[in-house]
């Protein structure tokens, strides 16, 4: 029997970028032949290289010479793997005519409005159907898929890379430097829709005392964020995502996921772990993600999320009952290993026979 080959597509976001990485990795480890096409420079924080996996530079757009590109990279593929819209997309057009069998996973769907939501649903239209298996990390995407054609549309285990636990912090230190001594410390990352935790940051205000809410990184509005935390004084203040983010999260009394996308599900992944309450929104497949160890409010609802907050900063039995639910449900979530079994009895079923280590 002959080796397996896959091709791994990526379309260069970050969520896909570390599962890939994990991916390659096991399946590089079970004596598959893995090829990474992605834009150049994606994965290098992931530890993609380190994978062992050939790595090739394509653009992240739809014009025919990247198609083209991508065409040739998949030359020999018994399995093509698309991670995201945009790069299923990309590689049904590359595949067409070939009979390659493709795989595409949905790890997050951000809903749009208006004009931008047609754009989307055809394009989700398309991306399912040219697919002939659809991996999606949550139900509610699952049932997308199959409203869009899928031809099969299947759950399939949450990509949870090992934890990255926090070493000792000075936690105190850490708080003085924030400016939360003496008051509950909140902590989220930036994301589209954050204009509903602002308007629930104006009614913390009057709590005694005043949470102050840290943000984590840059999203696609914070210049406008920014604007109005300073308009309208609000207890935010802005911090980098990319160092230390594990222990400001430890030193968090809650952790919040009030906007949409790809950042959501690991901050809430990293809060369960940790032992943070969490109070998130019903969206990008959180209630399967967190079950019952969170506190869950609709998308958009500032009352709810303002009420949610401080019912929870008011209750310390309430929030430790939390914290251990918390770290229950992460346990249980499953592994890396357990993913990239799953990820190859769905290659087994599409591919020729192939060798594959499964010790």
Do not use: N
Request: with cysteine; proline share 6%.
């Amino acid at each position: 029997m002959s080796q397996l080959r896959t091709v791994q597509v990526l379309g260069g976001g970050a969520g896909s970028s570390a599962h890939v990485s994990s991916l390659a990795a096991g399946l590089i480890a079970r004596g598959v032949q893995v090829t990474v096409c992605a834009p150049a420079g994606t994965g290098r924080a992931h530890g993609l290289p380190a994978t062992g996996a050939r790595f090739v530079a394509v653009p992240r757009r739809s014009d025919p010479a990247a198609v083209a590109a991508l065409r040739t990279a998949c030359t020999g593929a018994d399995i093509v793997h698309a991670h995201g819209l945009h790069a299923a997309l990309r590689a049904g057009l590359a595949l067409s005519g070939r009979g390659t069998p493709l795989v595409v996973t949905w790890h997050t769907r951000a809903d749009v409005e208006g004009a931008r939501a047609r754009l989307q649903r055809m394009l989700e239209r398309r991306a399912a159907r040219a697919a002939a298996v659809v991996l999606a990390t949550s139900w509610d995407l699952v049932d997308r898929a199959r409203r869009r054609g899928a031809r099969d549309a299947r759950l399939a285990p949450a990509p949870v890379p090992a934890s990255r636990l926090p070493g000792a912090a000075d936690d105190g230190k850490l708080r003085a430097e924030l400016g939360a001594v003496g008051r509950p410390l909140l902590v989220t990352v930036a994301q589209p829709g954050h204009g509903t935790l602002l308007d629930a940051a104006r009614e913390w205000q009057a709590l005694d005392p005043a949470p102050l809410l840290v943000v984590a990184g840059e999203g696609p509005e914070a210049g406008a964020v920014r604007s109005r935390v300073a308009e309208e004084g609000l207890p935010v203040v802005f911090t980098d995502a990319r160092d230390g983010f594990a222990e400001l999260l430890s030193t968090a009394d809650l952790a919040l996921v009030a906007g949409r996308g790809a950042a959501g599900p690991p901050l809430a992944q990293e809060a369960l772990r940790l032992g943070v309450p969490l109070v998130a929104t019903r969206s990008d497949g959180l209630p399967d993600l967190v079950g019952d160890a969170a506190d869950l409010v609709a998308y958009g609802d500032a009352p709810a999320l303002s009420g949610a907050v401080a019912q929870l900063l008011a209750d310390p039995g309430r929030r430790a009952r939390l914290a251990d639910a918390g770290r229950a449900q992460a346990a249980a979530w499953p592994t890396e290993e357990d993913t990239i079994a799953h990820v190859l009895s769905v290659y087994d079923e599409l591919a020729q026979p192939f060798t594959v280590d499964r010790t």
